[in-house]
DNA sequence: GATTATATGGTTTTT
DNA sequence: CCATATAATC
C-alpha cells in the first residue's frame, strides 16, 4: 500500500480509494478535508494512471487552489501537478471563457467587472431609464441582479416570473426586470461580465454550445469540489452538465459551514446530489484533529441549535485543553485593548508568535479598534479583507488605463480616466458623449474616435482628439511590448506617476508607493513563465492579466509565513486555523447581526458562522463582547450575544482578566450568558453615562474586566526608553503606560530579567524588561 | 469646468 | 465615523 495511504484513517482512506462514481464527503470541521481532496487527487494519477489533464479541481480561493497544487507536487515528487485545473469557479470558468467567449458573442478580452463597476453600469441604468435611484437603490437592486444570475434566471425570464414580479412590485421596485435588461445589454455591450456572469454565461456555454459541452466533458474526467456547502444553483447546474459524461464527481462539504447564501448558495445542493446522481457513496468525516476537547464540545453543543442539519457527532482524541476564555469589555476600544494586552501576555508566558493568533470579528468595521491597540503595542499585524489593494482609487484608475487599451468597449473604464488627469473633458461632454453612443448605437469610444463629426466645441474636441491619440498609440505599444514595459509609458505618457511622486502628503506617498508596487506585479507577471494551458488562449498578455487580478483576494497573495497577527471576518477564516483564535463582538445586533435575524433560516446561517468562528482554534479560544461600541460614530448599547447563551459553563473560564488575576465568583451553575445577566445587575439596562465608564461602579459580581484599569499617564515629552540592562533597585523610572514609580525588585535571568516596581499611580507592578519602554530617571 | 463646502447615508458577509 | 454625492463658488 502506499505511503501516503497510511496516513489517513479508515473514513478518509474509503473516500480516497473509491475511483469511479459520484461520491460525497460530509467533512466535518478539522476532519481533514483538504488532506483527503490532495491525497485523492494524488492516488488517482498515481495508482490509477489518471492524465493529470483530466483532472479539474474547484475550491474557494486562490490560495487553497495553489496549496492543494503544491501538496500534490511534494507527494508525488515530480511535476505534473501543474498540470492539473485547479481554481475557484470565478477563474476556472473565466479562463475557459477567455477561450469560448466569441462563441456567446463576446470578445476573448473582454473585461470582468468588479462589484464596483457592475453597480455603477446598475446606477448608469437606472438613470438613463428615467428611475429614481432612491427608489431604486442600485445596491439593492444589484444584488436583486445578481441573486437572479446565481438561480440562472436571465433577464427575459425574470420579466416574465410571476414570483418576482409580485415581489418586485410589493416592495414598489415593479421595473428592476426592466432595469435587469438594460444592464445585461449595456455589459454586453461594453464587453463585460461580471462575477456572477462568469457562472452564468458558462452556463449558457455549455448549454447551448454541444460541441464545448463535450470537449470539456471529455476533457474532465475527473471533477472535485471543495467547499460545496457554499456552491449555488448556477454552479449546481454546471458541475452536473460537465460531469454528466463520466460521472465522476467527487464533492466535499459541511453543511455546518454552510455560511455564503447572501451569495446564492443553498445546501440543497448536497441533497440534490443524492437525488441527481445514481449509487453516490456517501463518506462521513466525523474525526476532528484540529481543537482540544473543550473547544470541539462547545462547538457541537452550539450547531445543535439549528434543527436543520445533517447528522454528524464530530470526536476529537486531542486533549482537553483549556476551557474557553468569555471575557466582557466596556466599549469596542477596550476590547481591543483586551485582545493586544493578551496577545503580548501569551507570546511571553506560551512562546507564541505574533502568526499564532488571530482575531475574527463579524464585520469588517470591526477591524479599527484591534488595529489601533495592536498598532499602539507595537504588535505586527496584517487585516485580510476590507478595500483590497486592487479597489484602491489610484490602482483602478492606472488599471483603467490598462482596460481601455485591451478592450476599447469597456466605458466603466473609460468613463473613470477620460478626465483624470485633468485634460479638460468635464461632465457636460461625457454626459454628451454618452448620449450620442447611446442614440446611434455605437460604444462611447467610438464616439469620441470620430468626436469631429459630433459638433464638440473646438477645445473640447481638441482635448478629446489628444485622448483619443494618445490611447491608440498605447495600442500601438501594446503590439510589440509586454504588459509591463506598456504600464511604464503609460505612467509616464498620463503624468500619472509623476503627479503622485510630487504629492508629498502621506497619502499622496501612500497611493505613489501603491502603483510602484502595480507595476512590480504587472512585472512579476510578465516574467513568471506561464502556466503550459493558458497558451491555449493565446498570450500572456495584457487581457489575461486583467482578468486575473480581479479575481484575485487579498487573501491570496499572502506571505504565509510572516509573523503577524491576522485580522479578518469569519467568512475570510474558513478553511483556516490558528493556535490562538479571539472572536469579538459577541452582541446583538452584531453577531447575530440585526439585518439576519428575521427568520429561522438567517439565524442559523449566523449560528453556523459562530460555529465556523469556534472551530478555527486549536488550541486556546476567547470570545468577546462589549457593552457599547461606536456605530455610526456614536456609541451604542448592546445585550451580550444569545449565542453565549448556548455554551455550556463547564467549558467556560470567565476568571481570565488579561492576565491580572481576580477574586470572582465561580458558581458552577447557570450558563455563561445567565451569569453575566446576574453579574450586571440585571443586564445592559443599566445605562452608562457615555463615555468614561468611571472605575468605581462596579457591580455586585465582578465580572471579569479586560484589564486592570490603568491611571492615564501622558508620557513626558522627552520620553525615550532607556537601556535597562543595568537597572538597579532605587532607581527612579517613568514606563509609558505606567506611569513614574521607583524599581523595588529585581529577578528573572539575565535573558528575561523582571522588575518589581511600585509606581505612584498604579501600585506595584511587575514589569519585563525586554518588551517595556522605561525611561531611567537621572538621578540627583 | 474645477475646486471646495456641505449634506447625506450607510454596515453584514465575498468571488 | 467615513465616503461619496450634490451644491456653491470661483
Known amino acids: 500500500m502506499a505511503k501516503y495511504l497510511d496516513e489517513l484513517n479508515d473514513p478518509q482512506r474509503e473516500a480516497v480509494l473509491h475511483k469511479d462514481g459520484p461520491i460525497m464527503i460530509i467533512a466535518g470541521a478539522g476532519s481533514g478535508k483538504t488532506k483527503v481532496l490532495t491525497t485523492r487527487i494524488t492516488h488517482l494519477m498515481s495508482a490509477h494512471n489518471v492524465d493529470s489533464f483530466n483532472i479539474l479541481a474547484l475550491t474557494f480561493t486562490n490560495k487553497a487552489a495553489a496549496e492543494m497544487k503544491e501538496r500534490i507536487e511534494r507527494i508525488l515528487g515530480n511535476s505534473e501537478a501543474r498540470n492539473l485545473y485547479v481554481g475557484t469557479f470565478h477563474s476556472v470558468f473565466a479562463r475557459i471563457l477567455r477561450g469560448e467567449a466569441n462563441k456567446i458573442g463576446y470578445p476573448n478580452n473582454f473585461t470582468i467587472y468588479d462589484t464596483d463597476d457592475a453597480k455603477s453600469v446598475v446606477k448608469t441604468v437606472i438613470n438613463e431609464l428615467n428611475l429614481d435611484d432612491k427608489q431604486y437603490k442600485p445596491n439593492v437592486v444589484y444584488n436583486r441582479i445578481s441573486a437572479a444570475k446565481n438561480a440562472l434566471i436571465g433577464p427575459a425570464e425574470y420579466a416574465t416570473d410571476y414570483g418576482l414580479q409580485q415581489e418586485d412590485a410589493r ?57 460545496y456547502q457554499d456552491t449555488n444553483p448556477a454552479q449546481y447546474e454546471i458541475i452536473k452538465l460537465l460531469g454528466a459524461m463520466h460521472e465522476n464527481v467527487c464533492v466535499v462539504g459541511d453543511d455546518a459551514q454552510s455560511i455564503y447564501s447572501f451569495r446564492g448558495a443553498t445546501i440543497e445542493n448536497i441533497l440534490q446530489f443524492q437525488k441527481d446522481y445514481d449509487d453516490v457513496k456517501v463518506v462521513k468525516l466525523e474525526q476532528n484533529y484540529r481543537s482540544t476537547k473543550h473547544i470541539l464540545n462547545v462547538a457541537n453543543e452550539i450547531i445543535s441549535n439549528n434543527k436543520n442539519q445533517i447528522e454528524k457527532k ?68 496584517r487585516i485580510y479583507g476590507g478595500m483590497s489593494f486592487y479597489q484602491r482609487k489610484e490602482i483602478k484608475d492606472f488599471i483603467a488605463y490598462l482596460r481601455i487599451i485591451s478592450n476599447t468597449r469597456d466605458e466603466e473604464a473609460l468613463k473613470r480616466i477620460i478626465n483624470y488627469p485633468g485634460r479638460g473633458i468635464g461632465k457636460t461632454t461625457i454626459d454628451k458623449a454618452v448620449l450620442l453612443a447611446n442614440e446611434n448605437n455605437l460604444t462611447l469610444w ?28 498605447f495600442q500601438s505599444e501594446l503590439q510589440k511590448k509586454n504588459a509591463y ?51 491555449e488562449v493565446g498570450d500572456k498578455g495584457l487581457g489575461t492579466y486583467l482578468q486575473q487580478i480581479v479575481l484575485l483576494t487579498d487573501a491570496d497573495d499572502d506571505k504565509e509565513n510572516a509573523d503577524v497577527v491576522k485580522l479578518m471576518t469569519i467568512h475570510a477564516a474558513k478553511g483556516l486555523e490558528f493556535p490562538v483564535v479571539f472572536v469579538g463582538g459577541l452582541e446583538e445586533t452584531l453577531f447575530p447581526n440585526a439585518m439576519s435575524i428575521n427568520t429561522r433560516e438567517e439565524l442559523e446561517e449566523e449560528r453556523r458562522l459562530f460555529y465556523v468562528a469556534i472551530t478555527r482554534a486549536k488550541t486556546t479560544l476567547y470570545l468577546s463582547f462589549s457593552n457599547a461600541r461606536y456605530r455610526f460614530g456614536q456609541l451604542q448599547q448592546n445585550d451580550p ?19 491580572a488575576t481576580r477574586n470572582n465568583a ?63 533597585e532605587g532607581q527612579k523610572v517613568e514606563h509609558q503606560k505606567f506611569g513614574f514609580g521607583e524599581v523595588k525588585k529585581m529577578e528573572g535571568s539575565s535573558h528575561n530579567p523582571i522588575a518589581t516596581i511600585s509606581f505612584k499611580d498604579n501600585g506595584e507592578k511587575k514589569i519585563m524588561l525586554n518588551y517595556a519602554k522605561l525611561r531611567i530617571l537621572e538621578t540627583e
Open 171 to 227: 416592495s414598489n421596485r415593479p421595473m428592476i426586470g426592466q432595469i435587469y435588461d438594460a444592464y445585461s445589454k449595456r455589459c454586453f455591450k461594453n464587453g463585460a461580465m461580471d462575477f456572477d456572469d462568469l457562472l452564468f454565461k458558462m452556463y449558457i456555454l455549455l448549454k447551448n454550445h454541444p460541441e464545448s459541452l463535450s470537449k470539456y466533458q471529455h476533457k474532465f474526467k475527473y471533477i472535485l469540489i471543495d467547499e
Open 314 to 381: 464530530l470526536f476529537t482524541d486531542n486533549d482537553e485543553g483549556e476551557k474557553i476564555k468569555l471575557v466582557r469589555t466596556m466599549t469596542d476600544n477596550d476590547e481591543g485593548k483586551m485582545v493586544a494586552d493578551t496577545i503580548q501576555e501569551q507570546k511571553l508566558r506560551n512562546h507564541f508568535f505574533n502568526k499564532d493568533f488571530a482575531i475574527l470579528y463579524r464585520t469588517n468595521a470591526q477591524s479599527r479598534s484591534f488595529e489601533e491597540a495592536l498598532r499602539r503595542m507595537g504588535i505586527a499585524y
Open 446 to 473: 467610438e464616439v469620441l474616435s470620430n468626436a469631429g463629426i459630433y459638433g464638440f466645441r473646438s477645445g473640447t474636441l481638441e482635448s478629446i482628439d489628444g485622448f483619443v491619440t494618445m490611447i491608440k498609440m
Open 485 to 535: 514595459d506598456l504600464a511604464i509609458i503609460v505612467g509616464k505618457s498620463t503624468g500619472i506617476v509623476k503627479d503622485l511622486f510630487n504629492d508629498k502628503t502621506t497619502e499622496g506617498l501612500a497611493r505613489y508607493e501603491n502603483v510602484q508596487e502595480l507595476l512590480n506585479s504587472i512585472k512579476e507577471f510578465t516574467e513568471t513563465p506561464m502556466n503550459e494551458e493558458d497558451g
Open 641 to 659: 450575544s444569545r449565542f453565549l447563551e448556548e455554551i455550556p459553563e463547564l467549558h467556560v473560564d470567565r476568571s481570565y482578566a488579561g492576565g
Open 666 to 728: 465561580n458558581s458552577n451553575q447557570g450558563n455563561a450568558f445567565q451569569r453575566m445577566q446576574r453579574g450586571f445587575g440585571g443586564s445592559s439596562s443599566v445605562r452608562e453615562p457615555s463615555g468614561n465608564f468611571p472605575e468605581k461602579k462596579k457591580p455586585a459580581y465582578s465580572v471579569p474586566q479586560a484589564r486592570p484599569q490603568v491611571k492615564e499617564h501622558t508620557v513626558s515629552e522627552n520620553f525615550v526608553a532607556s537601556d535597562t540592562s543595568n537597572l538597579q
